[in-house]
């Protein structure tokens, strides 16, 4: 260190004397050096092995940089805290035991478990239950291996389903199934809420009944549950309001008590092996009776007879059968599971009874007398929609992700052991119940042949407060977490701004919580709790946590078949087929269990999904779907890519090249107007507009103009893309960008380009880039459109009528035909008539030709007037000469005068208003540029002054009296061109067609909306007068005409009569 600073000093001591021995000092070098000694400065910071990098440093972050932001990368719902709790100091990241595989047990195991297991056993029987229990199980496990991968492909948020599906299949599928995740959680809690009422009311507390005794009327009991199911939403929705400290905290109790109640019943399975003599039931013949006391379960107690014979005479049934004392709890060791295999399916108002004779089941007279009978319809499906439930919750592990130490590790091991647990509990404890409880007390739903006693509880050991105490406990906490977690699920669906109708709930309160989203929830599920009955509410829940399921399988499917770079998860037990299993059993469920429940949830989810897709925000998470979309894109390219398309399939695949202004607008927006009209709002069209400079100078200029570009396209509804081209020379630019733009068979077949109005004015370039266009068109074998008069084209959200005029004068594919039944596709053009005219010469058969043609239109399907127009060789007329003689003249003088581009178009605007001045043109409508505003009067035309001259003595003819008042040089320099000038036979020929032409045109379609013309083909040669003369040519041929289309086909049939 010492000899370098050495170093530096002497270095320093040597600059110095030379800096005093009479040397000038230049202040720019001195500056110059202290901006250099700043930026040494600054750069002291970087590390010197990395100066080759250092001008990247700016925009790209050094590395330990950005890996340490990955790292430290969190992006979660916000867990529910107390916003009045000290800021607690930050704790450990969870394990896998305690961060996914508990939550997941408590969320899974429900109150299903403990009040319906039983009743599906008894009724589904021992084969069948465990079949439907399976069937749950493998749904979830299945959607638990896709969840897997989803969730091991990098850092997945919190959110369960809503972020997987939403980042894995776009917004539209993910704000569908977040909202239907949101709905069954919020009747998740919902169910657990009725549930819990069910367990007091019915179990524990029946003297509570505000509607009489329910056990002798279903209404007054679920009358019972909506009124008491109301007051706990409310005391609940208070406790998630106030206190989520303590729903937080309760959640450990919750799961204490779901574990010890199911290790209670295990227990007692085992220490009633040999059954036991709590509960007996009282059974008349084969039907089960309740409401009778076991003292009095005997044919000749009073208490039965005075139920059966009333008056007297007995019921058929009672006379013919005896009453006996069943035992209800018989023990694994009786062999009762051989009386339970076979399911017991009922319909409604169906007796409960050992079999399935028709005498023991049937209610033949309508009175009930005490015998117990389904109170709903059962089936098999029925079964699977109402024990789903059951097995949700397997997302819990995926919401806590931001709390995990390795989210990516302790997501799959903890969730597929969570289900591997609790699917034996559940397949083991339908094989023990149907073993250990006899047929008719378990399909006693409510246990009113027990007196009301829980079956479950009556296995458990000690005793029966186990399982209702710890079922009621458990049934409360997750119906609190749910009110907690649904709203928050709101919240961030909110957030994300892709339902716009939802943003008033993404708002929290002043203490942070979702209050509006909780009110919001808190009113759907009182509609759930209205329903009033878990076997309602069961299924319809079912339906939604059975589409998110089936959507997290479609993703997973998806992002495996698309095999996108981005699909790398590192849960490798996965596969494609196995997420296509698991979304057809998620359909398949569905559809069996309830079809009209299913048809709600699939109705809501395609709201969702329109609504999004039509006013939701953009947002570009990488999904799934666009690379389905590019992949079947790139498949139909290359199908494409096979071969030419047939005629049938031609349709016009649009290039529109926009010119831009000085202020980088597009010079003729209703180009756009007329692209969106000319595809009825389908079809690709690419607008492109070609920018002269240096690319690498002028970048801004280039997004900004494109930006633009895209606004003009939003504006006039024109559905396609746009680009922008920086080059050196516009000519080039507009060659390049036809002959290269496109992909495969999607390659633009139709080219728009606006007329240059000003090309006297701005001299050759103006021209030169028109026609070297038109040639580059051609050459690619493509068809070109020339809209003349632009501006005064209909709006898009403009009606007209009238007429559009077909001028078919040679054919060349039939784009001609095509055209106007495109245009009058588009509402604007729909109520024109079109008419066609087509040229007869004076050796045609005018009559045959418009026969002919109205057979061709016929065999077209398109309606259309027909006209032939019969064109005879007269002779050419003085003015004809005239115009052919001005033009010749104004490209000699611009010749031979070499002026500048300034003085260029000074003298030729003097020749042609010096011109149309002589000759007073009868043209209504002078074609100037339309950003320019100027108005151009004619007179009428002279008809006496068009006289006929011989073509071989055109000096003899008399030229018309001119009444300009140009002034004395001008006149000298017009008189000296004019007397040396000769015109040329070839451009007399031509200008005497373009004036025929454009009297019979003028004539008949002077008031048409819109007239349509073959545009003629450029010059072969490339010299300025030729190109000049083509350009006057078209003047001609188009003048007095408002709104022109000039066409040029391709050189292929776009048209046919096949079908």
């Known amino acids: 260190m010492q000899s370098n600073s ?219 549950f909506r009124v008491y199911g109301t007051l706990l939403l409310i005391f609940m929705g208070l406790i998630v309001f106030v206190g989520v400290k303590f729903v937080n905290k309760f959640a450990t109790v919750a799961l204490a008590c779901v574990i010890l109640s199911i290790i209670a019943v295990y227990v007692g399975i085992f220490d009633n092996i040999h059954g036991n003599e709590k509960l007996y039931m009282c059974v008349l013949g084969k039907r089960l009776l309740k409401d009778i006391p076991l003292d009095n379960c005997t044919k000749e107690d009073p208490f039965i007879r005075d139920i059966y014979c009333p008056d007297g005479k007995c019921e058929e049934y009672f006379l013919a059968n005896n009453v006996t004392k069943v035992k209800g709890i018989k023990g694994l060791a009786s062999g009762v599971f051989y009386d339970n295999i076979f399911p017991s399916f009922l319909e409604k108002g169906q007796f409960i009874s050992y079999g399935k004779n028709a005498i023991d089941i049937e209610n033949t007279n309508g009175q009930s007398y005490n015998q117990i009978m389904a109170d709903i319809t059962t089936s098999f499906t029925l079964l699977i929609g109402i024990f789903f439930p059951s097995v949700t919750g397997i997302m819990a592990g995926s919401n806590r992700s931001g709390d995990l130490a390795d989210a990516q590790k302790s997501i799959p091991i903890g969730t597929i052991c969570a289900i591997l647990t609790t699917s034996t509990v559940y397949l083991s404890s339908v094989m023990f119940f149907a073993g250990t409880v006899d047929n008719l007390l378990l399909r006693d739903k409510f246990g009113q042949s027990i007196g009301g006693k829980l079956v479950v509880a009556n296995i458990a050991w000690p005793n029966q407060w186990v399982i209702l105490i710890g079922s009621f406990l458990s049934t409360l906490g997750a119906g609190l977490q749910s009110l907690t977690g649904a709203p928050r699920l709101l919240q961030a669906i909110a957030r994300d701004e892709i339902i716009p109708f939802l943003a008033p709930f993404a708002k929290s309160s002043s203490r942070g919580e979702p209050t509006r989203a909780l009110l919001l929830t808190v009113v759907i599920c009182q509609c759930g709790i209205l329903l009033g009955n878990v076997d309602l509410l069961a299924p319809l829940l079912s339906m939604f946590f059975l589409m998110c399921y089936g959507f997290v399988n479609l993703a997973c499917a998806v992002q495996t078949l698309l095999r996108t770079p981005n699909w790398r998860p590192r849960f490798k037990f996965y596969h494609w087929s196995l997420s296509l299993i698991g979304l057809t059993l998620c359909i398949s469920v569905m559809i069996m269990t309830s079809w009209y429940f299913a048809l709600i949830a699939m109705g809501m989810a395609i709201i969702i999904y329109k609504y999004i897709e039509y006013r939701g925000a953009e947002k570009e998470w990488g999904d799934g779907i666009r690379g389905m979309a590019l992949t079947a894109a790139r498949y139909s390219l290359l199908r494409l890519e096979e071969g030419p398309p047939h005629t049938k399939n031609w349709r016009p695949q649009i290039l529109v090249l926009s010119k831009l202004n000085d202020n980088l607008l597009p010079k003729y927006r209703k180009i756009f107007s007329f692209a969106t009209q000319l595809k009825a709002g389908k079809g690709l069209t690419i607008c492109v507009s070609v920018i002269k400079g240096d690319h690498t100078k002028i970048t801004n200029k280039a997004v900004d103009a494109k930006s633009t570009l895209r606004k003009y396209m939003t504006d006039e509804k024109v559905k396609g893309f746009c680009d922008v081209l920086v080059s050196q020379q516009i000519g080039e630019g507009l060659s390049s960008v036809i002959q290269t733009i496109g992909l495969g068979g999607m390659k633009p077949n139709t080219v728009i380009i606006g007329w240059p109005y000003s090309w006297r004015q701005e001299g050759r370039n103006s021209w030169k880039t028109f026609i070297q266009t038109v040639r580059t068109v051609a050459a690619c074998h493509m068809a070109l459109m020339v809209p003349k008069g632009i501006n005064f084209y209909p709006e898009s959200n403009h009606k007209i009528g009238g007429n559009i005029d077909i001028w078919w004068i040679v054919h060349d594919g039939g784009l001609l035909m095509l055209l106007p039944f495109l245009l009058k596709q588009h509402r604007t053009w729909r109520n024109c008539k079109l008419r066609i005219f087509t040229v007869a010469q004076i050796e045609d058969n005018s009559i045959q030709m418009k026969k002919d043609l109205k057979t061709f239109l016929y065999h077209l399907r398109i309606e259309a007037d027909v006209e032939v127009v019969e064109m005879n060789n007269s002779d050419i007329s003085a003015y004809t000469y005239e115009r052919t003689l001005m033009m010749e003249q104004r490209n000699q003088m611009l010749r031979a005068l070499g002026l500048n581009k300034k003085e260029n178009s000074k003298v030729v605007q003097t020749i042609v208003d010096h011109h149309y001045d002589a000759t007073k043109t009868a043209s209504k409508v002078r074609f100037a540029d339309p950003t320019i505003e100027e108005i151009q009067h004619h007179d009428s035309q002279n008809d006496e002054k068009r006289n006929s001259i011989d073509l071989d003595g055109p000096e003899n003819a008399d030229t018309p009296e001119t009444t300009s008042n140009k002034d004395e040089s001008t006149e000298k320099a017009d008189g000296d061109f004019k007397s040396s000038v000769k015109p040329d036979e070839f451009n007399v020929r031509r200008m005497h067609t373009a004036i025929k032409l454009n009297e019979v045109i003028v004539e008949k379609s002077q008031d048409a909306q819109l007239v349509i013309m073959n545009l003629p083909g450029p010059p072969r040669e490339v010299r300025a007068e030729r190109e000049s003369n083509y350009m006057e040519f078209l003047e001609v041929l188009t003048e007095g005409l408002e709104k022109v289309l000039m066409v040029r086909g391709g050189g292929r049939e776009v048209i046919t009569i096949y079908s």
């Open 6 to 224: 050495a170093k530096d000093d002497s270095d320093e001591m040597e600059i110095i004397p030379s800096e005093h021995n009479g040397t000038v000092h230049d202040t720019k070098n001195e500056d110059s050096g202290d901006i250099h000694r700043a930026e040494e400065n600054q750069k002291s910071n970087i590390d010197p092995n990395l100066y080759l990098y250092d001008d990247d440093l700016e925009t790209r972050p050094h590395i330990s940089t950005f890996i340490s932001s990955i790292a430290n990368y969190e992006n979660t719902i916000p867990a529910a805290t107390d916003p009045d709790a000290k800021p607690a100091a930050p704790s450990a990241r969870m394990g896998t035991l305690i961060g996914v595989f508990l939550p997941c047990i408590q969320n899974i195991f429900g109150v299903i478990l403990f009040i319906r297991l039983t009743w599906v056993v008894g009724t589904a029987g021992a084969v069948c239950g465990f079949l439907i229990v399976l069937t749950c199980c493998c749904v979830t496990m299945l959607t638990a291996i896709s969840m897997s991968a989803i969730a091991t492909n990098g850092v997945v948020p919190a959110g369960g389903s809503y972020f997987m599906i939403s980042r894995s299949l776009g917004p539209e599928f993910g704000g569908a199934v977040g909202m239907l995740f949101y709905t069954g959680t919020t009747l998740a809690a919902a169910m657990y809420i009725v549930g819990a009422v069910e367990i007091v009311l019915t179990y524990m507390a029946p003297w509570a009944s505000i509607f009489g005794d329910f056990t002798k009327d279903a209404d007054a009991m679920y009358n019972n």
